[in-house]
């Protein structure tokens, strides 16, 4: 009769620098180390650059070379492997050299093992058929997962709203209090009225018949 495991998903208390509880691993539960996550509000701050930080610094010409051959030796990879599915016939892989293994049977004696008290082990890499299909699909499109979490927006805590904040909310309607105390601005009406064109006969000219008759 073994021991009955306990299995807890209680999270193990962690302490910053300062030796205060760190809250925010609650929020990093089931996210990988590298998302980034804004859970204190020292990192809404804006943070100081500083010209000496080794942070900004530019890399020196040795990291910078290295960057390079990574990044050549990565991108002649993906290109040999682009080029190698492209081909109709794909040629033979190297394969890695062989290696020795020493092995020792934790059993001794004459009726283990043949006898031997040691074995060498040669393990070979099997080399792969060039005219072998694909075994797996590879073509296929997996979704991206979900990018880094946006960083949380600081509210101001709810409170009741005053009266006076309820009477400075109340906008008046938009009516005019414009007015003509010496009467320099005449309606339209009383400008056409007084301008007489109401009184005047319409006059049409009699060309306009004769173009008619012309026409018909």
Not at 1 to 13: C, D, P, Q, R, T
Not at 74 to 102: F, G, Q
Request: glycine residues 4%; aromatic residues 6%; charged residues 30%.
């Amino acid at each position: 009769m073994g021991e009955e495991k306990n299995v807890s998903n209680a999270l193990v208390m962690k302490t910053d620098k300062d030796g205060r509880i760190r809250y925010d691993e609650l929020v990093r539960q089931g996210h990988s180390k590298d998302r980034i996550i804004y859970s204190k509000f020292s990192d809404l701050l804006p943070k100081p650059i500083d010209d000496d930080d080794p942070e900004f610094s530019k890399p020196s010409q040795e990291t910078i070379e290295e960057t390079t051959e990574k990044t050549r030796r990565a991108l002649e990879s993906l290109v040999e492997m682009k080029v190698a599915a492209a081909a109709p016939v794909r040629r033979a892989e190297k394969t890695n050299p062989a290696e020795y293994i020493r092995y020792t049977p934790s059993q001794q004696g004459a009726a283990f093992n043949s006898g031997a008290k040691q074995r060498l082990v040669r393990m070979v890499e099997m080399q792969k058929d060039p005219m072998e299909p694909p075994k797996f699909k590879i073509n296929q499109k997996i979704p991206r997962g979900p990018p880094s979490p946006p960083p949380p927006l600081m509210h101001s805590p709810a409170r009741k709203v005053t009266v006076k904040e309820q009477q400075d909310w109340k906008i008046p309607p938009c009516i005019s209090n414009w007015k003509n105390p010496r009467g320099y601005t005449i309606p339209l009406d009383k400008r056409v009225a007084a301008d007489g064109r109401g009184l005047q006969t319409v006059h049409i000219n009699e060309n306009f018949a004769k173009l008619a008759e012309a026409l018909y």
